[in-house]
T-cell receptor, first 115, second 116 residues
Framework: AQSVTQLGSHVSVSEGALVLLRCNYSSSVPPYLFWYVQYPNQGLQLLLKYTTGATLVKGINGFEAEFKKSETSFHLTKPSAHMSDAAEYFCAVSDQNFGNEKLTFGTGTRLTIIP | EAGVVQSPRYKIIEKKQPVAFWCNPISGHNTLYWYLQNLGQGPELLIRYENEEAVDDSQLPKDRFSAERLKGVDSTLKIQPAELGDSAVYLC??????????????FGPGTRLTVL
């Protein structure tokens, strides 16, 4: 069974500082990996995804994540935090199993930006 | 293009009452998902439809929950009777075709259910 662990349910960074949100996964087969963002009272929006190919993936709003198979990690980073980045972030994993795009989500990390 | 539409956005009911949520997916999306998101948790899949067929309902508590997707477009999720523990956000998502190697899931804003 696949699973995702997000280290740190709450992360606070100063505006302009580096954002680092941690995600480790467990999967018995090569995974697809995702980061979603959820703003208050809104649905989830896809930030970026890793399926195959380049292990460093770039997403929207200046975010990027690197797939490290040896560390079973897919950490999310952004060089310089902006106030608008304050939200809940979810890491998710899916088996590379055609016809079964079932997403398993982590418990989320709430990002607070300090002015 | 309109996104995934859900209604109502908020619902407050007393326990043992029935409740229904409605979802209209993005036009042309064959696959529809219902997720349950408890406070402080990530979404958990309840049921997945390919067109009008429920292809994964293993996580749906069938004693009180039911869902339908008539004509393979809109979908309704029902709870009868509701319990206090059902208070949560119910998310609907859709994707082009769940049988093709990864199609992005687009999420609606959710329905926040409070059971008193």
């Amino acid at each position: 069974a696949q699973s995702v662990t997000q280290l740190g349910s709450h992360v606070s960074v100063s505006e302009g500082a580096l954002v680092l949100l941690r995600c480790n996964y467990s999967s018995s087969v090569p995974p697809y990996l995702f980061w979603y963002v959820q703003y208050p009272n809104q649905g989830l929006q896809l930030l970026l995804k890793y399926t195959t190919g380049a292990t460093l993936v770039k997403g929207i709003n200046g975010f990027e994540a690197e797939f490290k198979k040896s560390e079973t990690s897919f950490h999310l980073t952004k060089p310089s935090a902006h106030m608008s980045d304050a939200a809940e972030y979810f890491c998710a994993v899916s088996d590379q199993n055609f016809g079964n795009e079932k997403l398993t989500f982590g418990t989320g990390t709430r990002l607070t930006i300090i002015p | 293009e309109a996104g995934v539409v859900q209604s109502p956005r908020y619902k407050i009911i007393e326990k043992k009452q029935p409740v229904a949520f409605w979802c209209n997916p993005i036009s042309g999306h064959n696959t529809l998902y219902w997720y349950l998101q408890n406070l402080g948790q990530g979404p958990e899949l309840l049921i997945r439809y390919e067109n009008e067929e429920a292809v994964d309902d293993s996580q749906l508590p069938k004693d009180r929950f039911s869902a339908e997707r008539l004509k393979g477009v809109d979908s309704t999720l029902k709870i009868q009777p509701a319990e206090l523990g059902d208070s949560a956000v119910y998310l609907c998502a859709s994707s082009l075709d769940g049988t093709v190697s990864y199609n992005e899931q687009f999420f609606g804003p959710g329905t926040r259910l409070t059971v008193l």
